[in-house]
């Protein structure tokens, strides 16, 4: 029993062997993808070697007819011009086929596989012909060699597919051997040379093939970690850019942050002082928050200050101005390089918009509406002045137009 199952264990193992030498192994996933790039490569090959053959063959029947004009059927010369014929005949179809096929590689594939194969047996078959009539004056078997050696080596075939091409050559040259060659000892030496070479150009031609499945295989697993690494860094940039945002934007409104105000202002001071063009900023208070959010309670609050926030920013024309969320109902415009007198024209704009709103606010002893009072202050920032002076004196503004409400106070 032990000895059966030690058997039946070494044959399995040496029938994977064998299935291994013919069969390479190819992912299911990776199958369509190999087929369709070793279909552009016999493609490609197939035009190349059918107009290399094409002029090679016009060479041979002008130097064939200049040579035996004066007896083209004479034995066995008309077969050489015959077979050079009818391979020049053969490779202008194929080269016209190829071209055509190759504009669509991909839904030709089942044709350009079958092209490739009769293109590679047609080249085998010819050059077994033509080793064959060399026995009638040469005894040399040299290109049906090459051949071999050639369909070895330029295109892609499966082991299998090649060792069956292969084997019906070499039996078709192996059976008319003995009637173009008499001698026992060269018809020896052929069939040893020509199954030697066969044998070492399958070898070479599986060699190419496992190895290019491989590289494929490789390149395949590199790209899909590549677009993988790719999908990730677009992700994290995605996640980074969002998160971003999210440290610059106020959660409850949805326009800038106190921090970004403050970096803001910063650079525009620098900047504005580097070129001595005024600054402005708008601080917008709501009048009277506390009674309207106590009264009509939070939520109502929350989005009366988003209403306010999505106003004063549609307001902003200029890619320099911001509007941000200074605290509470509070909220500050940046206005780089404008003039006081427009500045102060805008803010008034703010404040009947912002009464246009016509929010109800039943508490306010000014208007039955919402209203805001606006502080407004420019000046040329320079070495004598800080950006905390410029804070103090908008607020001072805000606290002098707060006192009367839904007015603009300018210091």
């Known amino acids: 029993m032990e000895f059966s199952s030690r058997s039946r264990s070494i044959f399995l193992k040496i029938s994977r062997l064998i299935r291994s030498l013919f069969i390479v192994y190819v992912p299911e996933r990776n199958k369509r993808d190999l087929c369709l790039a070793i279909n552009k490569i016999n493609i490609i090959r197939v035009k190349i070697i059918a107009l290399t053959f094409i002029i090679m063959e016009s060479i041979m029947i002008i130097i064939f007819y200049i040579k035996h004009k004066g007896d083209l059927f004479r034995q066995p010369d008309i077969y050489y011009g015959g077979m050079y014929v009818l391979l020049f005949t053969a490779m202008i179809v194929y080269l016209l086929v190829s071209i055509k096929l190759g504009k669509n590689v991909s839904g030709n594939g089942t044709i350009i596989r079958a092209v490739g194969i009769s293109f590679a047996c047609l080249v085998l078959y010819w050059s077994a012909g033509i080793s064959l009539l060399d026995q009638l004056s040469y005894g040399q078997i040299i290109v049906y060699v090459v051949a071999l050696m050639s369909v070895a080596v330029i295109p892609l075939f499966p082991p299998l597919t090649l060792l069956l091409m292969f084997s019906s050559a070499q039996v078709l040259f192996v059976a008319f051997m003995p009637y173009f060659q008499q001698s026992s000892e060269m018809l020896y030496g052929n ?221």
């Open 191 to 411: 069939y040893v040379n020509s199954t030697s070479f066969l044998i070492i150009s399958w070898v070479i031609s599986r060699i190419r093939y496992t190895n290019y499945v491989e590289d494929f295989e490789y390149k395949k697993i590199i790209k899909e970690k590549s677009d993988e690494l790719e999908r990730v860094n677009r992700e994290l940039a995605e996640a980074n850019r969002k998160l971003e945002k999210l440290s610059q934007t106020d959660s409850l409104t949805g326009i800038f942050n106190r921090s970004v105000l403050d970096r803001t202002i910063k650079a525009e001071w620098d900047r504005c002082k580097r070129h001595g063009i005024p600054l402005s900023m708008i601080m917008v208070d709501i009048d009277f928050f506390k009674e309207y959010n106590d009264n009509y309670g939070h939520l109502a609050g929350d989005n009366c200050i988003r209403r306010v926030a999505r106003l004063l920013k549609t307001c902003l024309k200029r890619s320099s101005d911001i509007v941000a969320r200074y605290g509470g109902d509070e909220f500050a415009v940046i206005l780089p390089h404008m003039n006081k007198d427009n500045v102060v024209k805008f803010a008034e704009q703010l404040r009947k918009r912002v009464e246009e709103l016509a929010i109800p606010h039943a508490y306010s002893p000014v208007s039955p509406y919402l209203t805001v009072s606006v502080g407004v202050q420019t000046i040329i920032p320079s070495d004598e002045l800080s950006i905390m002076d410029f804070f103090r004196t908008v607020d001072q503004a805000l606290y002098k137009a707060k006192k009367e409400h839904n007015i603009v106070a300018v210091i």
